[in-house]
């Protein structure tokens, strides 16, 4: 079957997406603010950012998108193994140092030994499970994440296999296979929101298979608006195009609703936002700030959750007022930003380079 794609006019000529650049920066912000509020406040009814965890299914969405404006044309001209080797040099360095993190943390957090708990045999094994994305959901009293020592590469695993099935079959499908598909993981996705009563799902050994849900719908939807060419061209700039994502992860949590609200929100909303951002515009003093919320979003997501542990410990251990963490919060927020942008320029860049060298020269 040969690949059903074209070279769309819109974006044909456009080198980089600012505005969606610029929007994925500010998910990753309230994915670390999410994790800091939902240990401080772990009822979600009473937590103002209680639906950040969304902010997931938007990069899932994003990424559908992102690989096919930046594949359909040429994938048939590469080997699988070249396409993999490429998804490898740009996820997983960063998947390795957060391991690295992730073990520092676990060595030599001052509050709890996690290590005197569970000795050399079963810390060997966490760090190979987090390593090589191999699901270990071992520490039952920490929420049983698939990933103890850095949770978040939960949604790296789902990317992973996006991204073989991209390779191997999506990309040679038609947009009316595509919708087929679409109608069918919107149905899933509304199952698995009925069944755990929210699309919090995925992270855990109990939930696993809702990652999945997840990204079958919405990578396949950002595949969608990038193939039928759904860019709304108007004069949104980064500001308003960042009201409006968070209001999606601002909105109010409800037990009762949630399994409605949230599949509506992911289906209908967070492509529409893509469309948007797509086509908005982007003024010359706000190019920077969106490649630099680009730049960071990625490492940003992989490096923090270690000192979310560390905050998980400080919280049980000193009970903290409110007055000091409304001090705290935003401080080891921008303190994790700057971090994510040194891991970037001091080693993530550096090691992708030299990596794609060496596929270069094989």
Same mark, same amino acid.
């Given at each position: 079957?040969?690949?059903?794609?074209?070279?769309?006019?819109?974006?044909?000529?456009?080198?980089?997406?600012?505005?969606?650049?610029?929007?994925?920066?500010?998910?990753?912000?309230?994915?670390?603010?999410?994790?800091?509020?939902?240990?401080?406040?772990?009822?979600?009814?009473?937590?103002?950012?209680?639906?950040?965890?969304?902010?997931?299914?938007?990069?899932?969405?994003?990424?559908?998108?992102?690989?096919?404006?930046?594949?359909?044309?040429?994938?048939?001209?590469?080997?699988?193994?070249?396409?993999?080797?490429?998804?490898?040099?740009?996820?997983?360095?960063?998947?390795?140092?957060?391991?690295?993190?992730?073990?520092?943390?676990?060595?030599?957090?001052?509050?709890?030994?996690?290590?005197?708990?569970?000795?050399?045999?079963?810390?060997?094994?966490?760090?190979?499970?987090?390593?090589?994305?191999?699901?270990?959901?071992?520490?039952?009293?920490?929420?049983?994440?698939?990933?103890?020592?850095?949770?978040?590469?939960?949604?790296?695993?789902?990317?992973?296999?996006?991204?073989?099935?991209?390779?191997?079959?999506?990309? /040679?499908?038609?947009?009316?296979? +595509?919708?087929? $598909?679409?109608?069918? *993981?919107?149905?899933? #996705?509304?199952?698995? &929101? @009925?069944?755990?009563?929210?699309?919090?799902?995925?992270?855990?050994?109990?939930?696993?298979?809702?990652?999945?849900?997840?990204?079958?719908?919405?990578?396949?939807?950002?595949?969608?608006?990038?193939?039928?060419?759904?860019?709304?061209?108007?004069?949104?700039?980064?500001?308003?195009?960042?009201?409006?994502?968070?209001?999606?992860?601002?909105?109010?949590?409800?037990?009762?609703?949630?399994?409605?609200?949230?599949?509506?929100?992911?289906?209908?909303?967070?492509?529409?936002?893509?469309?948007?951002?797509?086509?908005?515009?982007?003024?010359?003093?706000?190019?920077?700030?969106?490649?630099?919320?680009?730049?960071?979003?990625?490492?940003?997501?992989?490096?923090?959750?270690?000192?979310?542990?560390?905050?998980?410990?400080?919280?049980?251990?000193? /009970?903290?007022?409110?007055?000091? +963490?409304?001090? $705290?919060?935003?401080? *080891?927020?921008?303190? #994790?930003?700057?971090? &994510? @942008?040194?891991?970037?320029?001091?080693?993530?860049?550096?090691?992708?380079?030299?990596?794609?060298?060496?596929?270069?020269?094989?």
């Amino acid at each position: 079957m040969q690949s059903a794609t074209s070279s769309p006019t819109p974006l044909a000529s456009r080198p980089h997406l600012e505005i969606l650049d610029g929007l994925r920066g500010v998910a990753a912000v309230a994915v670390v603010v999410f994790h800091f509020m939902e240990i401080i406040i772990p009822d979600s009814t009473k937590n103002f950012i209680g639906h950040g965890y969304l902010a997931v299914d938007f990069f899932f969405c994003l990424s559908g998108f992102v690989i096919a404006y930046a594949y359909d044309n040429r994938i048939e001209e590469m080997s699988f193994t070249k396409f993999f080797m490429l998804r490898l040099i740009r996820l997983h360095p960063l998947i390795l140092i957060g391991t690295v993190i992730g073990l520092v943390e676990y060595f030599f957090d001052p509050f709890v030994s996690l290590y005197a708990i569970y000795g050399a045999g079963k810390t060997l094994l966490l760090s190979i499970s987090s390593a090589f994305l191999i699901p270990y959901p071992l520490v039952k009293d920490r929420y049983a994440n698939i990933y103890h020592l850095n949770p978040p590469t939960w949604s790296l695993l789902w990317e992973y296999i996006a991204s073989i099935i991209y390779a191997t079959l999506l990309f /040679k499908l038609r947009n009316k296979a +595509l919708w087929v $598909l679409i109608i069918f *993981a919107a149905g899933v #996705l509304f199952y698995t &929101a @009925y069944h755990f009563k929210n699309l919090a799902a995925g992270w855990s050994g109990e939930t696993f298979w809702g990652g999945g849900a997840r990204v079958f719908f919405s990578f396949l939807a950002g595949m969608l608006v990038y193939r039928s060419q759904w860019i709304l061209s108007s004069r949104l700039g980064l500001g308003s195009a960042s009201l409006l994502l968070l209001l999606a992860l601002l909105s109010p949590f409800s037990n009762q609703l949630n399994w409605i609200t949230e599949p509506l929100i992911i289906i209908f909303y967070f492509p529409f936002l893509i469309s948007l951002g797509a086509g908005a515009q982007l003024s010359d003093r706000l190019a920077a700030v969106c490649k630099f919320s680009g730049n960071i979003s990625y490492p940003l997501y992989i490096v923090h959750y270690p000192f979310i542990w560390l905050f998980f410990s400080y919280m049980a251990a000193q /009970k903290p007022s409110a007055g000091q +963490l409304s001090i $705290l919060v935003p401080l *080891a927020t921008i303190a #994790l930003i700057v971090l &994510a @942008y040194l891991t970037l320029i001091w080693l993530d860049i550096p090691i992708r380079r030299y990596l794609k060298r060496r596929l270069e020269k094989a």
